[in-house]
């Protein structure tokens, strides 16, 4: 028999969040985010949601509660910046029209358009610990992750062909596999390789499990795409092992780094990383669908070393194959318009189409923030504790909510991120999203039954962790009751 929500219990929770957030040194961050109130969560118009809108003091306590948002995992929050950077470019685009391509403005913080995805380039080098010139921002993920094996993906039938993936790896990447081995004429029963683990439940997959699918299909496979951290489990692999382990078998790997950009530090050019893609709008808040970005090692983005007269004579044949388009040629020639390809050194060399220069200023704006910060190292710090603490909450609910789900996410800090991944009973999904959505508390969902919960360090505090207990709890028994 379930038993009422006791706020009693969580008294004590309370008072640790707040010496907590009280010793926080990042807690100034959040005052750079939009966080939603409950009452926007409820709202279905845009009336007093439109931003930077100041909320009336005399409003209904809702229009002025913050509601608890835990959900960066899937779209991080806005930044308060984001909006005078973006009123900075249009303003741009209004009064300069095509000049905006070339011409500094003396009193704006932005780049000329033609210089947007430099300046991309070197703000996010340090978040995903590479060199300016091994990163890209272009394009979105999945077609970047089509982008990377287009170049390195160069299967033999006769000798190497197979992809490894993860058995249950987000579909958008099982999709590219699917059609990249259709494209090059093979069939997936022969080509595509699944990890899964034998012995972890949870759909957890140890080094040791992808080690040994390695090991197997090593004098056959072409290629390997892991996640960096799982989307369902929120399991942080160990990408500097897996790459060496790898490359010690001569494959080429991609790493899909969706839920591991800006939420985890990552050294990609020191961890000897083939390639990797991620997406900007999740940890990264660049906003819903925005630009996402590419990492190439310094070593994949030149194939040969011809001399310099060669060079001269026949540029592209110092950069290895890859699909070609204009913005990915050499700045200093690219508006001459001429047909010999000479592609910029670097990952930019794998750019196509000029990128959206509104989507750049958006994720600028945001990584702006991450400097703030002082870089992924103090965010990280911070990550870790909240998610224990999180954890430490969930311990105390009652027992006869401790019945109704498990946490699938594992329990050291080393092998996850921000997010917990709570597993629950069959039947109980729908109607605990929708207790939680009416409690003012975001978070998302992965059917069947996970509730996947992610607090991250640049906005969120250790209040939003109990809060969400609370209501998770509540949540859970209303869920159960509407079931019976």
Known sequence: MTSPVDAARFSGLRAQAEVLDGEDGLRHLRGEFHIPTKADVHRKTLRAAELPVERSSDAHVDETTPCTYLCGNSLGLQPKRTAARIQQYLTTWATQGVQGHFKPLEDSPLPTWLDVDDRAAQMMAPIVGADE???AVMQTLTANLHLLMSAFYRPDPNGRHKIILESKAFPSDHFAVLSQIRHHGLSPETSMVTIESPFAEDSAISTYDIQSVISKHAADTAL?????VQYYTGQLLDIPTITAYARRHGIFIIWDLAHAA???PLSLHDWDVDAAAWCTYKYLNGGPGCIGGAFIHAR???ATAPTAAEEEEK???AFSDRLS???GNDKRTRFQMETKFEPVRGAAGFQL????VLDMTSLCASLEVFALAGGMAPLREKSRRLTAFLEQCLSLVSDDAKALFRNITPPDPAQRGAQLSL???DGLLAGTMRGLEERGVIVDERKPDVVRVAPAPLYNSFQDCVSFVEAFEAALFDAKKAKS
């Open 353 to 356: 189409s000029n990128p959206s």
């Open 262 to 264: 800006g939420n985890v």
């Open 133 to 135: 010139t091994e990163v």
């Open 300 to 302: 994949n983005s030149s």
């Open 224 to 228: 390997i795409l892991l996640p960096g």
């Open 315 to 317: 540029p592209e044949q």
């Open 325 to 327: 388009g204009w913005w």
């Open 423 to 425: 597993l629950l009973k």
